[in-house]
C-alpha cells in the first residue's frame, strides 16, 4: 500500500507541474490569498512557483530572521521558498525538498527567472522522511500541506528533529483530522493524494511530534475553509480541482476532483471522475482543518 501511495503522489503531482498552472489564473491567486497570502506576497514571485496547493503560509508564521537557513519540504513550483528566501536574506539559504523531478525542474527554472538571482536559493529531489542534509544544520524547517502525504509520518518527524540545529523549530501549515473519516473516503488512495485520507489526528500529530523529541508543540486550527479550492473552477490546466473548461458548481472536493483531460488521460481521469462523485458526499470541512503547527526542538544541555 505504502508504494502505491507513494507512487500515486509522485505522479499527479507531477503531471500538476506540467499543468502550466500560475498566479496568471484568477482562481490559482484566489485560493493562495484564502489561505492566508496577501497580493504582494504572490507578485513579489515567479508566476509559476505558486499552483494552488497551499493549505497556509508557513511564511508568515515562521519568524524567519536574516541569515538563517530554513528548508522547505515539499517545496512543489517553489513558492514558500522564494518567500523564505527574501526574508533570510542573501547570508541565509532557502532549500526546497520534493520528490518529484517535473517540480524540481519546475522551481529550478522559477528560481531562474526569480529578480536578482537564486544566490541563496537550493532545490534538491528527495523524500521528506530521508533529508539529504547534515544533522543540526537548518534553523527552521516549514512546509506547506505536504506532511499529511508521506506514509510514514512519524520518520518525518524524527527526520526534522535530526536536521535541526538545537533550538531550531518547525513551523508548519497542514492538514489534519478533527474525526475519522468515513470507511470508503479513508481507504481511498486519490483521497489520499488529495491531501485528506492521509491526515491524521491531531492529537497524533502532537504525539508524534512530542515522541521524536520535540517540546512546545502546538498545533492550532487555521479556521480555513476547505472548500476554497473551489475557486480553482474554470482554469486551464490538470490535476487539480474543478479543472474543467466549463463551468462547474463549487463542490467541497479537496484539489485532485473534477479534472480535466489535458494532462491527464485514461484510468487517470476516470479515478478523479470518481473521487469527485465520491468527495461530493461529504463535506470535507467536517472531518479535516487547515492547521497551523509549532514545535521546537530543545537546547543542548549544558555541561
Given at each position: ?9 509522485r505522479s499527479?503531482?507531477?503531471a ?21 497570502y496577501?497580493?504582494?506576497e ?6 509559476g512557483?505558486?499552483?494552488?496547493l ?60 526569480r ?11 528527495a ?42 523549530r ?22 489520499y ?20 523529541g ?32 466549463t ?13 480535466s483531460?489535458?494532462c491527464?488521460?485514461?484510468?487517470a ?20 482543518a ?11 544541555p549544558?555541561?
Amino acid at each position: 500500500m505504502t508504494d502505491t501511495i507513494v507512487d500515486a503522489v509522485r505522479s499527479r503531482y507531477g503531471a500538476l507541474a506540467q499543468s502550466g498552472l500560475s498566479n496568471a489564473h484568477a482562481g490559482v491567486r484566489a485560493v493562495a490569498e484564502a489561505f492566508g497570502y496577501s497580493a504582494e506576497e504572490l507578485a513579489s514571485i515567479p508566476a509559476g512557483a505558486n499552483m494552488g496547493l497551499s493549505c497556509g503560509n508557513p511564511t508568515a508564521t515562521a519568524n524567519l530572521r536574516t541569515g538563517e537557513t530554513v528548508i522547505d519540504l515539499g517545496s512543489g513550483g517553489g513558492l514558500d521558498v522564494f518567500l523564505a528566501a527574501s526574508k533570510v536574506g542573501p547570508t541565509g539559504k532557502a532549500i526546497g525538498i520534493d520528490m518529484t523531478t517535473e517540480m524540481i525542474e519546475l522551481a529550478r527554472r522559477n528560481a531562474a527567472q526569480r529578480a536578482g538571482g537564486a544566490t541563496n536559493i537550493e532545490f534538491h529531489q528527495a523524500t521528506i522522511d530521508h533529508l539529504p542534509l547534515a544533522d543540526s544544520s537548518v534553523d527552521c524547517v516549514i512546509s506547506n500541506c505536504v506532511i499529511n502525504l508521506a506514509p510514514d509520518k512519524r520518520a518525518v518527524f524524527r527526520e526534522v528533529a535530526r536536521v535541526l540545529k538545537p533550538g531550531g523549530r518547525l513551523a508548519v501549515s497542514d492538514i489534519a483530522l478533527k474525526q475519522p473519516l468515513p470507511l470508503e473516503l479513508g481507504n481511498d488512495v486519490l483521497a489520499y493524494v488529495g491531501c485528506i485520507a492521509g491526515a491524521i489526528s491531531l492529537e497524533e500529530y502532537r504525539q508524534g511530534l512530542l515522541d521524536a523529541g520535540f517540546s512546545e508543540v502546538m498545533i492550532v486550527d487555521s479556521g480555513a475553509d476547505l472548500n476554497a479550492y473551489a475557486k480553482m473552477e474554470n482554469q486551464s490546466g490538470c490535476c487539480s480541482p474543478a479543472m474543467t473548461e466549463t463551468s462547474q458548481p463549487a463542490t467541497s472536493s479537496l484539489p485532485i476532483a473534477n479534472v480535466s483531460s489535458d494532462c491527464c488521460t485514461g484510468t487517470a481521469t476516470e479515478l478523479h471522475d470518481s473521487l469527485k462523485d465520491l468527495l461530493s458526499r461529504y463535506n470535507v470541512n467536517d472531518y479535516a482543518a487547515s492547521v497551523k503547527v509549532f514545535a521546537v526542538k530543545p537546547e543542548a544541555p549544558s555541561t
